[in-house]
């Protein structure tokens, strides 16, 4: 399955940075995607604009969650094969 990797959630005013790096060692990544405490699955793109290499790196701000409460990010990778692979972590 496609890998999270180097997850970080950054405060910033009014809300988050989140960025990561999405891995797969034999398919494209086709999706990433990402859920606040399993709310609904939002999609994502890479920062080159489009999801089809076996590399691709991720930046971006989320508005809100930054009224001192703890939230739970989840993201997920899915590979030109159908594979899902996730991570989460805490937004503060």
Do not use: C, M
Request: net charge negative; charged share 25%; aromatic share 8%.
């Amino acid at each position: 399955p496609p890998l999270v990797e180097a997850l970080t959630v950054t405060s910033s005013s009014g809300g988050h940075q989140i960025r990561f790096v999405a891995r797969d060692e034999i398919s494209p990544i086709r999706r990433a995607e990402y859920t606040v405490n399993s709310g609904p699955w939002k999609v994502v793109f890479p920062i080159d604009g489009i999801a089809d290499s076996t590399e691709e790196s991720f930046d971006f701000a989320l508005d809100g969650y930054a009224d001192g409460g703890v939230y739970t990010l989840v993201v997920k990778l899915t590979d030109g094969l159908g594979n899902v692979g996730t991570a989460r972590e805490e937004l503060r």
